[in-house]
């Protein structure tokens, strides 16, 4: 009979809990003749991840977010940097409090930064999780010296049971003269699915061959995010910033994607986060609260915001005023997390282009051009504002999400979709005074600056018609006609959506 992964792991967690003795046999007793063995206290001193996706800052978390974080004396990055991997440099991930009752210059704060791995099971393993840990032993007199060398078992064992999983396994640590212990150690139990499992507590424990475990102080705590896969680059709009993983973005896609496993499953968990437009978004941010102030138009500030609401209400009433392109990166930076291949697109009517500029089209048997507005639904349900009451647009922000072989469109600022994509080499519009046809109903290719039109089933569902300016008579040049949409899957006429990639992470 074969077992999931997390039941195997279960079975180790308890078998490793209940084993109460390091391995090997213990040392026969000191004679009389023989000077007894010194005893010694053991202390835990630092603990560095290997092999880990760093996790990268602008604002640290504060006491009781769900994130559990200790940045200890680090100073936040610059608001108008862009985001940094902390712990810096060769730091540790976690180090102790440090109290000195006599020179309190040498005090420093406990040390606690979160980590992100790649979950047990996915098709691309990186190298195992690792930890680098440093301990001290000091006599328990303070007049014994300490053994020119000694060694001793060690392991971390987890106060919360079975189903957390992880744990660290039986390993021997050479301690020297000066009373210092370094060693590598396994991180077991990495879960098969999404995580995030805040504050997981390890009590550190030492021991001779074959004699009882005892703990050590003090225990260390930790964050972990568990993701799908290696995390692709996500998008904000800072200039020389690569879209590493961000805590924010983090917590987003691990929460709402927790407990699945796959890249099909992973973009259904957290698109149903969007689906039905939430009111409030589990985000924080609302889709154009206000147009004074104009909504923040980047999931970078709109988190910078949200950090600092946080801070003054405690209860969460409130919400980020934030625009389509804000919502399309929310939903970019969730799904990057976990290896997922996606574009920023963003549409608007087909103007301005070398071809379509002032270019008519017939509606009724007159003449017209297209307007800089195109019209949303009025009141049409949207993301944390279930009242909204913006109606135009001269462009908007959506998601290309690559699926196995295909690509979709999503629409993230009313949770519509997906609509699906055709792959192809390039997009061509017509000629200057040919036909008013569209070669081809709608390309897309992964790459910035490609253009395609947006499916028609895509505009049916969100663009009610286009402001377009009446010209076949001078006389009426400045009056705005409202031309229901024509985009046609098969033959689309103008007036239509021309969308066009922005940014990507494909590969």
Partial sequence: MEYTDSVVQDAQFIQQQHSRTAPGNASPPVRSCEAPAVELVFSLESITFQNHIRVEHFAFPEPGDPVYCLPGSASEPDRNLPPYAFPDGSDPHWKPAVINPYLKSLNRPPVSWPVAYVRTGAVTQPPPPTLSVTFKASPKKSLEKLPSSSRRWVRAVVAQGPGTCLWVPDTEVEF????????????????STVAMLSGVEFTWEVAESGCEYAAMEPRSKH???????????????????NGGPLLDALYFACTWAEGKAGSAEVLAAIWSKFVGTPDPHPSDMGYWLTVDPLPEDDFFRCMRLRRAELKKAQSGAFKVNSSCSAFAQLFINCIAMH???CAEVKVS???????????????????YVLGSTFLVPPHAPAQGNNQLVRTDSPHHW?????????????????????????QAPHFVEPL????????????????????????????????????????????????????????????????????????????
């Fill in 176 to 191: 020297n003269a000066s009373g210092e212990g370094k060693a590598v150690f396994p991180l077991e139990g990495i879960p």
């Fill in 223 to 241: 964050t972990f995010f568990i993701v799908d896969a290696l995390p692709t680059a996500g998008r904000y709009n800072i200039k020389a910033y």
């Fill in 339 to 341: 290896g997922i291949e």
């Fill in 349 to 367: 009517p087909a103007i301005g282009t070398e071809t379509s500029t002032h270019a008519p089209f017939e509606h009724a048997n007159e003449k």
């Fill in 398 to 422: 959506m998601v290309c999400v690559k699926e196995g072989a295909v690509w979709r469109l999503y629409e993230t600022s009313f949770g519509l979709g997906p609509f699906a994509l055709k």
């Fill in 432 to 507: 200057e005074g040919a036909e008013n046809l569209a070669p081809h109903a709608q390309r897309f290719e992964p790459r910035k600056g490609h253009k395609f039109i947006a499916p028609a089933e895509y505009e049916h569902a969100t663009v009610r018609g286009y402001m377009c300016r009446y010209f076949y008579k001078k006389d009426q040049e400045d009056v705005l006609t409202e031309i229901p949409s024509g985009n046609d899957a098969l033959l689309p006429k103008r007036p239509y959506l021309l969308a066009e990639v922005l940014w990507t992470n494909a590969v």
